[in-house]
Each structure stands twice: as structure tokens, then as C-alpha cells.
């Protein structure tokens, strides 16, 4: 079955970097994905990876994927407050309707 | 480019009543659009996929009869919660996508429904 699994919480101070980390199940996805919601707004787009990729990186962020493990992660260097907010990973399936299906996503804190 | 809005943005109503939530995406065209419901602290799960000229399809559970999903254009695509309860009240958010190779979703801000 599909299900993509994140941890709630993760605390860092400004300026250190910081690591959220995603597993999923069903390694049939193409794309993965990395979203960002702020309180009481929708879901902005940060940054995804083709599933046959290992690494990509967008200014400050890095993306990992573990295809073997089944592993993705996101790396924000130099962290800053702005950063705060949640962080959802997704799974993208090609085909029929393109479906997402989400994580429960992880709670970045940043504070001085 | 790709911006997806939503209206309204928050809206009221009493128990029994309709609401109905617009999605449009501005700056292309969107042959798929999604609607998703998220509960306090929770992801987002899909409630159904709607293509435009077609029917919807809808996940596992979603009541089609209760949440209304009607895609008359390539840029709007609206959801209507018929006779609303309180259980109904959430955060329901829209996502478009463009035909491009990625199949990357672009959301809207989201709606916030309370059921009184």
C-alpha cells in the first residue's frame, strides 16, 4: 500500500542546518516532494526529485533520496526563521490521475 | 506562473446549508485539478480528482453525494459541500496541474469551513 511516514517535531537554532526526514512504502512513485505550509496558508511548492535521482540541490536546499531504503530527506542550510513552518514530503505517481499522497508532515521550529 | 487561488479564503455557515469553494487556476490551464481535506495537525488527504468535462473520482470513503465536485473549465473547478455538519468543518485545499513532464501539483491557499 502507499503510505509516507515523517516525524512531528524538529527543533534547531538560526543558522544551523536543518534535516527532515521522509520514508515511504511504494517505490512505484516518479517524482518526490518536498512542500512547505505556513499557518493558515496552502502548500508552496519548495522542491522535488525524480525517482531515479540520488541528490539535487536548490540553493539551500538539498535533497537526498535512498531509493534502496526507501528514504528522502531535506537539508535547509543556515536555517533561518522564515524557515519555520510545516514540511510535508509526497509521493508522485505518473499515469491515471497523478496522485500525491502526503506525509503527516514535520513541524520546523527555529529559534534564536 | 502557476498560481492556483481559492475562494473564499474562510466561510461560516449553519448546519444544513451548502457552501460552495472555487478553484482557479490564473496563469494556466488545468485539465486536473485535485481537492484535498486536512484536519488539525494532520497531511492532507485526497478527496477526489477532478477532470475537466468528466466526472470525478473519488477516493476511498469520500461521499460523492455530500462533496460535489463540478469542472466546467480548464481553469475552474469548484467543490460543494451539500447540508453541511459540523464534522464537515475543515481546511480544504485545491491543487492544479499544469500539463507539463514533472506531474507537479501547484495548491491553492486553501479554504477554511466552519459548520456552526
Known amino acids: 500500500g502507499e503510505d509516507v511516514e515523517q516525524s512531528l517535531f524538529l527543533s534547531v537554532r538560526e543558522g544551523d542546518s536543518s534535516v527532515i526526514n521522509c520514508t515511504y512504502t511504494d517505490s512505484s512513485s516518479t517524482y518526490l516532494y518536498w512542500y512547505k505550509q505556513e499557518p493558515g496558508a496552502g502548500l508552496q511548492l519548495l522542491t522535488y526529485?525524480?525517482?531515479?535521482?540520488d541528490m539535487k540541490q536548490d540553493q539551500r536546499l538539498t535533497v537526498l533520496l535512498n531509493k534502496k531504503d526507501k528514504h528522502l530527506s531535506l537539508r535547509i542550510a543556515d536555517t533561518q526563521t522564515g524557515d519555520s513552518a510545516i514540511y510535508f514530503c509526497a509521493e508522485g505517481f505518473s499515469g491515471g490521475y497523478n496522485k500525491l499522497i502526503f506525509g503527516a508532515g514535520t513541524r520546523l521550529a527555529v529559534h534564536p | 506562473g502557476a498560481v492556483v487561488s481559492q475562494h473564499p479564503s474562510r466561510v461560516i455557515c449553519k448546519s444544513g446549508t451548502s457552501v460552495k469553494i472555487e478553484c482557479r487556476s490564473l496563469?494556466?490551464?488545468?485539465?486536473?485539478m485535485f481537492w484535498y481535506r486536512q484536519f488539525p495537525k494532520k497531511s492532507l488527504m485526497l478527496m477526489a480528482t477532478?477532470?475537466?468535462?468528466?466526472?470525478?473520482?473519488?477516493e476511498q470513503g469520500v461521499e460523492k453525494d455530500k462533496f460535489l465536485i463540478n469542472h466546467a473549465s480548464l481553469t475552474l473547478s469548484t467543490l460543494t459541500v451539500t447540508s453541511a455538519h459540523p464534522e464537515d468543518s475543515s481546511f480544504y485545499i485545491c491543487?492544479?496541474?499544469?500539463?507539463?513532464?514533472?506531474?507537479?501539483?501547484?495548491f491553492g491557499p486553501g479554504t477554511r469551513l466552519t459548520v456552526l
Open positions: 477532478s477532470n475537466e468535462g468528466s466526472k470525478a473520482t473519488y
Open positions: 491543487s492544479a496541474r499544469p500539463p507539463s513532464s514533472t506531474d507537479t501539483q501547484y
Open positions: 496563469d494556466f490551464q488545468a485539465t486536473t
Open positions: 526529485i525524480f525517482s531515479n535521482m
